[in-house]
């Protein structure tokens, strides 16, 4: 349930529609629902301005189908991440207009109606390995309803590819920067630009990148001001901030 | 030099006041300064919106004096943080218009001309021991002109105290939260509200803490997804890019 | 061998139908059986007042189904933890009164007499993946006759879902919480009630989660002090504790 | 303030000595007191069973004498643990009836009447050196009162000393082991007892002991499951846990 | 080639069945022979008492194979370690007289003639799950004709179990205690006895025990001053230290 | 495109053969191509000497395919490490003239005119087990144009073997050492000779290797200053700097 | 009490100089003395053949002394560790014959008869500034009446400094080696000879060596088998366990 | 003793103005000389092209000023780094050439005839707090005879100021990065020149920098190939690599 479903709920209540009783009813369920294994939290959008995501991961694919479909039905957009293809298989055969981006990791489902995206967001990843997480950042800005620009491969060791999409850095919003290895663009993108830069530590890179621990501890120490940090590989989170920016930013007249 | 003493610059090129060489001069002479053992970025505030701030720590008084006059003389505020007792001394002889926050180790000095604050920041502390680090933090968005609301003290061990103040959080564009010891306020904070919250991990607490590093990696755990995270201590870091996006937020319609 | 084995021994002594020779013999087996690989401690629910326990991870199916055997043989309750399918199908195959617990990993064989449960634990879980754990920590305490109350996903994110079993929390003599990602939970529900908390990091969480070592730090500096805790992921012991707490609060009026 | 003097409070609204107004001033003002950079949580009592504690380190002796002052006037017993010399100057020089322990590095204040002790707690130390953190559990277990057996200096490198003391353990509720270097200790007590027992690991030790890391992670990996572990060097976390499990455990028969 | 087969040679040498030329030339094929992957270093036996012995883990079987047959080539014995199954099908194929130790995972061939055993090493392991490292030590002291006394699953929370055997621990020249979890045991042995402990952590447990990080930093700190340590898993080196230990303590009187 | 291509380029222009128009179209395309997934830097060959490496690993082999396919094409040398053979093979498949390299992972395709070598690089390494490691650095130098010798399996365990190549080091312009374990060789051969040494710590060992940590960190602590050290297993690194040395250094006279 | 103390109590009962029940009186003190503070385990020669050690570091002045003149009372030799000058000033003052060694920071006494020293230790130290450490270790094995050789200043970057003492290597029952840094020495060391090698990782270094981390980690990975290990900058520790294998070994015929 | 003096020795021979039996005396002498803490390896010079150096941390007053006489008087160029002010004031009392750099904290002594420098250093420092580290590598480079370029100030979050001495940076045979914080700088600066770059991580920054660990990691994995890597502080480990490289760089013809 969100603000537009709330709205329309007590609209139907004013025009009397629905009973007021019953309205109570459906606001009382509200807060969450209990499935057993898991509360789905549908009260979150109206609280938080955007719905609870679905972390497939360590769950099995039933778990998640069955959450997934819950959500579906309080009539929200539902996001589900780190979905291996098992769980994308089982999902969107019970839910046929959910879509499975195999590279994000990512199943979306858009029930919202389109409306001009709100915000833009320049996703930067250092290298071609990457690109999974700065794909599941995309896929989850989009569904979010805002713009995306993705930026690839722009590391700092050919500094001329990043001065090259400079421009484009400048339009964004707000700028999500995926790295691994020694986690360095973040910092350098961080001093061109006048816009917040999250940075996304990746578990790209080998021996003492120890798992991405090292691009994390590197982003942390940024020497540029601008840029805060998520966990290492954690595309969703990044974007899901970077949203609220954006579209707080977007407003302006 | 800032955005408007530039405009200023180039009027005066206009009105003929100053000749195109001597303008073209203080150009020139913009990117930075050489002053031997630093290089001045007076340009920053231009690229990025916001001055360069002077690290005090590891830098003797006599250095973090002779880079705080330089800047100084370009006109625009200056912010020196991590100053120990003496730097500030020999700052304050040296710019008498420049204030001393001993509680947040920061010198300021304000030459703007003062406005209407942009935007609205919450600075939360989980604990007393905290209250160094959020100050840092406040003591910068105020200088760059942001309304900043301290709520101090408010640890998940004793919840009522949060939930009390929890109105005051929903008004802020963008919520600090400095914690230590186990680092579970931000995760709190984050799933009560819509905005983004930077996390700021303390090096207060003891054993385990690991000065700092237990609430910063609880900190990149959060569960709730509009946590970012920057450096231990950092709280200049956090205010640095709240203030980013509490002033794009602010100017909404 | 319990106490009350002992008694019934030691009764039989008395009336005269064993030989004090026979009883004597039996007494010196108690300590343990030597079964070359391993030394089984009869003794121990004696001692500790609880039977010892299998930990069936790292022994070979035989190894565990042998131990499981003679544990049963000695007319105890007996409990073997991290077992994998293979393992419960053999042990099951020889004993088959033995029941599997497949989410909790688990495999018990009650054989004292059922009685009026003793003491009550709360055992919550901040995620749907936390669930084996506390599954884990749940089948524990029922097998050695404590109430248990079951309360899982009620992360702090949502902290209303939380509110809403407050009530839950009251009546509960001691309370486990089972958390992975920053390990909040705890320290949450640790200054909401009056007994003591025993938290159980979860490997749970991916990147700076390091497999639990994040929730692990966070709970270890739980700003509650009725708060102490356990391995990573170990929901057996976590059991263990609450259950001597549990019985020993319970005896009271 | 306390179930007692909250009990008081309701029983002079009863029986007219003081109006429901003013009772309910009083009441209002319970959650906490906010001093600027504290907010004092008078209700803890009421909610927890035992009052919110002082952790002086990182505070002022100017701020821990005022937040001592304030929990003193609300009449219930006051703990500040961590507390240099001239802070337990300062604090007595203003409640002259505090009490300073310079070896625990406590200073306590009773005001409760002298009951009989309820519950007992023995806490044993591997080494001398282990001794402050174990006096900082009795002098906190002994406020709480509950009757403390210290048994220092029974280390597992001479076995005959705990043997010797055995059973001096089991005629506790619970049992609280101090050890640093290798930890070992918790394991062993564990194994002989059935009560729980909280291991507190110091920072006793040098080279890879790492501050006291190698005995927590020791600790944690007990081969005894009533084995439950806090924050190195936190003897008052283990005094608190242990003081609500020995009350509950002593109110039998 | 040790020292008796180069006494043989010299004896050759004097008794002229072999010329001083085709001596020389064998004596200077001692040190090592390059077979291009490898350097076998024959010479080790007479340098340092004990042959260089095979790490096959990392090795093809083909080449662990072809370093097994080179060495048996000098009449020496041949211990390989950490052999999976089929290097060692491999090497018995190659060598029929090889002996394959699946638990202990490790080839030998005993070369030399049997005498009476040099010296006596007691291994005990505190749990089932630390017997294959056990075992590796075992078959190690074996092969290099010393008696072993095998004391396993003698943990510290069943002291009695390790009290039982105490007799047998004094009767050694050297003990070599392996232990996972918390590493407790050798502390507690070391007590025990008056002879030198090698500790040997192993990677068993969970969660916080760190792959075997926990016991290692245990054993280094164990505050009996008689414990040496050896890397986590390191069996054979353990076992080798204790053969030249044994040895000289072997040939008293 | 590297120097020389570009001489070509420009000595067209000279000569009429190729328009200024057409040239300037090459030279523009010169900085990358971008392909999309991966932004290719022809450029890197004319601004740091030697030509852009692909790194495979994390790459899919159509990924890693097409990025060799494009770099071929501009006439370059072409290298790309950790290629599994699934990789190579599609790799060969499309460009017969490629080769594969299966112990060093690594795909060279050598269309340079082949000159005398340039320079010399001694590759040491500690075990047989480190092979794989010197083998990518090898094969790297070889096909940048630099003399190799290969001086393996000479560890410190055994040091005549070391001393017995002691001519072939002090012949090497620079040397690489490649070691797991204790990671002590760069040190002994850091102080044998007046080169500098290039140290690769390997993820060679066990236990307490910590995947390569413990090589890494004593390397890096050397007491031989001509130390430097590159990544765990990063063979193709410490072979990129040993060219750059081993070309400058062998232009001498 | 030593055993020769022991024989001449019972010599007295037997000559009748001391009645039984006295001697039973001494005999039954013996386990330890209980002092409050500390348990001093008198009977720790008689069980393990060496007296226990004060460890003085986190003792106070006072509280060595004590202990320190208790056990002279006892009449064996005493050794204090970790002194500190204070200490040491209090306690020669107490016991004028007990002689401090400030470069080991050690205080000895030595009581029993002087008799030709058994077994011969040498020890090694990398560099000058390990030598606190490695001169701890030579005073302890002094005291316990052990020939020592030092060898300081060794390193393995001027191998020959090294080759030139090799005889006085062989010479040795067994070896300590004292490095920081990398820690390479133990493992050339244990290459060159046939006895045991332990090796005292110390906190010498800077930067990565992590307080002496990288020399533990180092030496737990030597590739010579005949390495054992004990913790950082335990110089004592090394001794002790050194001084146990000289004497066993110096016993041969 | 370095070449020069070497060859002066032998020409005294052929000259006979040295009697042979003395010169081999001055021979014999040459490996080290053994002044019972240290033993100085005057030797390395002609081994490795670069005298021994003194590394005074660690070391008192006295044994560096004794260590740093006899270097003296062999008539090689001396450097001890590390050297606090007592230090450099004993040193300088002894050898009045002596100087000292109290910002590098190294005193050098120049003996050798001034020539022509040979090769060419740059030095880049990512911030003024770098300085220090920095300074230690231009006093090592330069005392032995290289010229220095110093670049400081000059890191990644303002890119201009480094873009600007791009061309410095061409000119020299090897580059130093000394950098804090996230260690970016050397990652940049390799993708831009085609010679070795020599990366420092300093002990700059707070919090995560975790005393410089965060820079050595992300250098470790940086994903420019030229770039090697040394102690964290080592600003002379780095220089005298780099004066290695220089030299037989600049003797290209």
């Known amino acids: 349930m969100n603000k537009a479903t709330l ?13 007021p009783a ?19 939290d549908h009260h979150r959008s109206l609280r938080t301005g955007l719905p609870e995501v679905i972390y497939a991961q360590g769950k099995s694919p039933e778990q998640t189908t069955e959450i997934f479909t819950r959500m579906a039905a309080s009539g929200t957009d539902v996001l ?9 298989s089982m999902v969107v055969a019970a839910i046929p207009a959910a879509i499975y981006h195999p590279k994000a990791r990512a199943i979306t489902l858009k029930q919202s109606t389109a409306t001009e ?25 989009e569904l979010f309803n805002t713009k995306v620009t993705r930026l690839f491969d ?13 421009d484009q850095l400048t339009n964004a919003n707000v700028i999500i920067v ?8 973040p910092s350098v993108v961080g001093g ?14 080998y021996g003492a990148s120890f798992d991405g621990a090292a691009a994390l501890l590197g982003m942390l120490n940024s020497c540029s001001p601008n840029v805060t940090v998520v966990n290492i590989d954690n595309g969703f989170g990044a974007a899901y ?4 920016i954006a579209r707080a930013s977007a407003r302006r007249s």
Not at 7 to 19: H, M, P, R
């Open 117 to 141: 995206p709100t915000g833009h967001i320049a996703i930067l990843s250092a290298g071609t390995s990457d690109q999974p997480i700065a794909e599941e950042a995309a896929v989850t800005a």
């Open 80 to 88: 589900a991440t780190r979905a291996d293809a098992p769980t994308a």
């Open 22 to 40: 019953a309205a109570s009813q459906r606001l009382a369920d509200m807060p969450y629902e209990d499935i057993g294994h898991a509360r789905i």
């Open 192 to 205: 061109l630009v006048g816009v917040p830069v999250i940075a996304v530590p990746t578990s790209v890179g």
């Open 7 to 19: 709205l329309e709920l007590l609209a139907a209540v004013q025009s009397g529609t629905i009973t």
């Open 178 to 185: 995926c790295a691994g290895m020694e986690g360095a663009l």
């Open 154 to 166: 722009v590391g700092v060791a050919g500094l001329h590819r990043l001065l090259d999409v400079r």
């Open 241 to 244: 901030t970077a949203v609220l």
